[in-house]
């Protein structure tokens, strides 16, 4: 499964743990901070992460 450690941009008000999630991987990586920011999840992530994928 792809989930990894989780992932923010300071640009956006979510964060990201599924190295599938289309906006998660579109995040330049110099914009990349890792953990969640106190930010709620991604629903895509969360759509990822709950088929298993």
């Known amino acids: 499964m792809p989930k990894t ?11 990201h743990d599924n190295t599938r999630c289309g ?3 579109e995040i330049p990586a110099h ?3 890792p953990g969640t920011g106190n930010k709620p999840h ?3 992530c969360t759509k990822l992460n709950s088929e298993g994928k």
């Open 42 to 44: 991604c629903t895509d």
């Open 23 to 25: 906006p998660g991987s």
């Open 5 to 15: 450690n989780p992932w923010h941009s300071l640009k956006e008000n979510r964060y």
């Open 31 to 33: 914009n990349r901070v």
